[in-house]
T-cell receptor, first 116, second 114 residues
Framework: EAGVAQSPRYKIIEKRQSVAFWCNPI?????LYWYQQILGQGPKLLIQ????????DSQLPKDRFSAERLKGVDSTLKIQPAKLEDSAVYLC??????????????FGPGTRLTVT | AQSVTQPDIHITVSEGASLELRCNYS??????LFWYVQSPGQGLQLLLK??????LVQGIKGFEAEFKRSQSSFNLRKPSVHWSDAAEYFC????????????FGSGTRLLVRP
């Protein structure tokens, strides 16, 4: 079974530029998550999708971050314009819907963003 | 407030020694708890999880964790550490208000001495 795919793996941009990350979840996983992991910290949820609808975007800085999952499969996360404090690893995860004993979030390898 | 605390930023153990990583949580109900491991340049891999039932949970790679409600803890243990266990370990709680989401601790970096 293929895992969660993310691209690019690394990105270096200057502040005020824009950047986009792509994620393809595990086939059949209706729920998709984007996390931001700043160096030395645990991942923090930015946005959660259920199919192509947003479930939780309470911690997404909406003045500069946007995300979409138009067909309920893959997703893009965009930052425009980027700030120095956006330097982090952006992790995508997916899961089956529901919270039974088999609940698990599967994580992709992440995209390391450096803003200079 | 819902939160996870991992008091140890770094832990160093010798190969073959036992390991215990601490995790404390704050949650108003029975928590769903997870331990993930992150190797350099990799995503997070689930080691084990606690939903209910037996408070001693077995996971992959020889890890186990014990849920102690009275101490609000979910500590991760391994009887004999291997050099390949060197990584960052995250404890997480399934929490949230309007939706369920993973709330992570700040992580513990494990270093293994040969």
């Amino acid at each position: 079974e293929a895992g969660v795919a993310q691209s690019p793996r690394y990105k270096i941009i200057e502040k005020r530029q824009s950047v986009a990350f792509w994620c393809n979840p595990i086939s059949g996983h209706a729920t998709l998550y984007w996390y931001q992991q700043i160096l030395g910290q645990g991942p923090k949820l930015l946005i959660q999708f259920q199919n192509n609808g947003v479930v939780d975007d309470s911690q997404l800085p909406k003045d500069r971050f946007s995300a979409e999952r138009l067909k309920g499969v893959d997703s893009t996360l965009k930052i425009q314009p980027a700030k120095l404090e956006d330097s982090a690893v952006y992790l995508c995860a997916s899961s089956l819907p529901g919270f039974g004993h088999n609940y698990e979030q599967y994580f992709g390898p992440g995209t390391r963003l450096t803003v200079t | 407030a819902q939160s996870v605390t991992q008091p140890d930023i770094h832990i160093t153990v010798s190969e073959g020694a036992s390991l215990e990583l601490r995790c404390n949580y704050s949650y108003g109900a029975t928590p769903y708890l997870f331990w993930y491991v992150q190797s350099p340049g990799q995503g997070l891999q689930l080691l084990l999880k606690y939903f209910s039932g037996d408070t001693l949970v077995q996971g992959i790679k020889g890890f186990e964790a014990e849920f102690k409600r009275s101490q609000s803890s979910f500590n991760l243990r391994k009887p004999s550490v291997h050099w390949s266990d060197a990584a960052e370990y995250f404890c997480a709680l399934l929490g949230g208000d309007s939706s369920y989401k993973l709330i992570f601790g700040s992580g513990t970096r494990l270093l293994v001495r040969p």
